[in-house]
């Protein structure tokens, strides 16, 4: 047995392990028995270890995965309500000395636009998405430690907590940059991050090694082991993903499996939560050009299941993806979106002329975010722009052991309808306004406890006499 507190990133993603795991998930996926038996598991909301998930995913009788639709559906509900949290990415850097093959800002792309903000810049570029409406970024560089060191990241995130634009603020910023030290985890924390989110890209190593050719990122056990240095760094909330098309999507599914296990296993808590991006366009990348592209069917499965395996886990689904299949996997599972992101470098403030280009995908969502909000609205979501938890401590295990009982449910509810509120007040379109007042409403009729309700109509109320509480 290993000694999991030591484990290297090829102990806790063991290539055998996984092996073994698809060879007997393809010898008893049709053992419909056995299928009925974890679905019963899954029932209990203890979620499903990777040998087990493996074994559903490659089921492939129409009647049992309906039934994991439904699962999913039922847990999402469980946990989630229907709030659906909002946020948007905020691109401060494309510097990058990477050679990943499918991202446009590999050291090598002469095609692209190279562009960093200054601290004016972010000004510019949080006021504009202030004045969308939006309270959570998720900032976003290329890797380079000359044009984006570590000084450079903290100094944004100071300005961008520092700015206070009419009733706006951005109260979390997570943060997506590639992996670092303990030393520099630890100062993340210091500038008060909320979650930070690393993806792997692929589990597979011989893979991984060949899409990253070139640069720090080529080393797999320093970027496999990053959140485990990110925990030692005293960051509990976490961010896993894997860009499905890269690799097998069954190998992936089973190694962010393993990945949640050793998290959990080591530090007690699993990760806060899980994106599942799938490869697009972009300057210079065809997404063709990769063999493991994944139907919309098979993806819906995938979000389905981590709903299911993963049950606290927030999994999170970007504008990469078009309306439909957002529509259609918010259902199955997903409790956070982006919406009205652009992916160049400074594309909120100005569109970026027609002659430079720094985006790093083609957006599929093109809408927003007052589209967007109405479209949840109208689907009986509400869109919840709330960071209480982050803001009043409840990370990591603590926030898991809140939602595992079930009780985030008491606080979550009355502040998503207050942040919601808020939004509709100050930055919604007539139209949005009228359908978020009757939803916030019927809401309101619905709240079962009397407690809540009455905490819901006071923060209600204080909103409508123009007091804004800034702890949510
Ligand atoms: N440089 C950091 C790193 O190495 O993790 C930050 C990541 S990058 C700004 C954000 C993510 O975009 C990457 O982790 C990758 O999964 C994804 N990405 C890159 N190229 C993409 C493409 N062509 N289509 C979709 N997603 C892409």
Redesign the pocket.
Known sequence: MYDVNSMKAEEFISDEEIRASLAYADEHCQDLELVDALLKKAEERKGLNHREASVLLACQDPERIQRMYDLAEQIKKDFYGNRIVMFAPL?LSDY?V?G?V????HAGNKGITRKKLSQDDIRREVIALQDMGHKRLAI????DPVNNPIEYVLESIKTIYSIQHKNGAIRRVNV????TTVENYRKLKEAGIGTYI??Q?TYHKDSYEKLHPTGP?HNYAWHTEAMDRAMEGGIDDVGL?V?FGLELYRYEFAGLLMHAEHLEAVHGVGPHTISV??????EG?D?ASFDNGIDDETFAKICALIRICVPYTGMIIST?ESEAVREKVIRLGVSQISGASRTSVGGYAEEEPEDECSE??DVSDKRTLDEVVRWLMEMGYIPSFCTACYREGRTGDRFMSLCKSGQIQNCCHPNALMTLKEYLMDYASEETKAIGEKLIQAELANIPRERTREICADHLKKIEEGIRDFRF
């Open positions: 691109y990058c990477n990943c499918y991202c446009p800002y976003e560089t290329g890797e997506n940059i590639a992996a690393l993806f890209e990122k993903g860009l991006p799938r490869v697009k366009r972009a990348i997404p990469r790093q995908f």
